[in-house]
């Protein structure tokens, strides 16, 4: 596509429910992130995919966090047993590997 | 890991006058700083970077500088206008931004028309 897509582009959610939240890179793009922004705070690295290559993982804050992408194309991030804190816009962004990132205008998180 | 710091984290100019924002990173391997500008409620988007290679880049109204041996470096944005209102965030990584960039955490640019 011709952006970086991201859905829901909101989501409320009761506090202990699961939710999945879904990135879809720029075509040809291998490289794709995901970033966690909390009200007026800067940009929180959560987990880095690159090609084939295992994700770098070592930004995850706890193990109610986790996310995988599918055919080297569309990513899927997964929150547990979501809590208050968990609240946050959560970002996507993906790159050619060649430095800048392209980001999609994130999913707001509220947990209720 | 690499640390980034930001500052000032909120700064006012008036229209027309120059703003400076600066950033020191802790890691000596990297070489690839991005700026972004995210505008209320909307996404980050990359409006300059530099790599290591160089001491300078200029676009239009915005240019970055790089000290290598400082550790440090800045955004500067002349001729400012209303619409340059923003938050700013710089970042750093390693090997031209094929790893994970971390990011300062920001700075709030308001200019008073």
């Known amino acids: 596509g011709a952006g970086v897509s991201q859905s829901p582009s909101n989501k409320v959610t009761e506090k202990g429910k699961d939710v999945e939240l879904r990135c879809d890179p720029i075509s040809g793009h291998t490289a794709l992130y995901w970033y966690r922004q909390s009200l007026g705070q800067g940009l929180e690295f959560l987990i880095y995919f690159q090609g084939n290559s295992a994700p770098d993982k070592s930004g995850l804050p706890s193990d109610r966090f986790s996310a995988e992408r599918t055919g080297g194309s569309v990513s899927t991030l997964t929150i547990q047993r979501t809590q208050q804190e968990d609240s946050a816009v959560y970002l996507c962004?993906?790159?050619?590997?060649?430095?800048?990132?392209?980001f999609g205008s994130g999913t707001r998180l509220t947990v209720v | 890991g690499e640390n980034v710091e930001q500052h000032p984290s909120t700064l006012s100019v008036q229209e027309g006058d120059s703003a400076v924002i600066k950033c020191t990173y802790s890691?000596?391997?990297?070489?690839?700083f991005p700026w972004y500008k995210q505008e209320l409620g909307k996404r980050p988007q990359l409006i300059i970077d530099i790599r290591s290679n160089v001491g300078e880049k200029k676009d239009q109204r915005i240019a970055v500088t790089l000290n290598k041996t400082a550790k440090h470096f800045s955004l500067h944005i002349t001729e400012t206008q209303p619409e340059d209102s923003a938050v700013y965030f710089c970042a750093a990584s390693k090997r031209s931004g094929n790893t994970p960039l971390v990011f300062g955490k920001g700075t709030r640019l308001s200019v008073i028309a």
């Open positions: 962004a993906s790159s050619s590997g060649q430095g800048g990132y392209t």
């Open positions: 890691d000596s391997a990297s070489n690839y």
